[in-house]
């Protein structure tokens, strides 16, 4: 595997999958987001860390494959129905169900805290792939 330097110059080959399965290109981009808790480190599950009890945000992966190729893959929640494919009618009636609000005071940060809570689907095992990513060095 070749060693990749400080100042190194690497190729980004993004691959990232929308809702629908549909690949979109985003090769040019030059900022990568990733996110804890380590899920796998030295090809072992990481099973004892506790912000794996934290159901609120998706679930990040790094790798180095044989060829030196950095893989990064980003598994978002799976949602029982995705909040921007939702109809106010739908939002209405989410939010009358949540117990102790007044719609007077609710700001749209909490609103949208009270919807992924009903939207989100916490309960699977494994999560559909929706970004991937691969940092390959230079030859």
């Known amino acids: 595997m070749p060693i990749v330097n400080i100042n ?3 190729k980004l080959n993004l691959e990232f999958i929308d809702k629908d399965g549909k690949y ?3 090769s040019k981009t030059a900022s990568v987001v990733t996110g804890i808790p380590v899920l796998v480190q030295n090809g072992q599950n ?3 860390n506790i912000k794996q009890d934290d159901p609120a945000h998706a679930r990040t992966a790094l790798g ?3 060829d030196g190729t950095i893989v990064i893959v980003v598994a978002e929640h ?5 909040i921007k494919d939702l109809k106010l009618a739908q939002v209405r009636s989410i939010l009358q169900k949540e117990k102790g609000i007044t719609f007077e005071k609710l700001t749209i940060p909490e609103a949208l805290k009270i919807l992924e809570k009903h939207l989100v689907n916490d309960n699977v095992i494994g999560q559909n792939r929706t970004c991937r990513l691969y940092v390959k060095p230079w030859m």
């Open 46 to 48: 990481i099973v004892d």
């Open 24 to 26: 979109i290109n985003l």
């Open 64 to 66: 180095v494959r044989n």
């Open 8 to 10: 190194d110059a690497v």
């Open 78 to 82: 799976i949602y029982k129905q995705h």
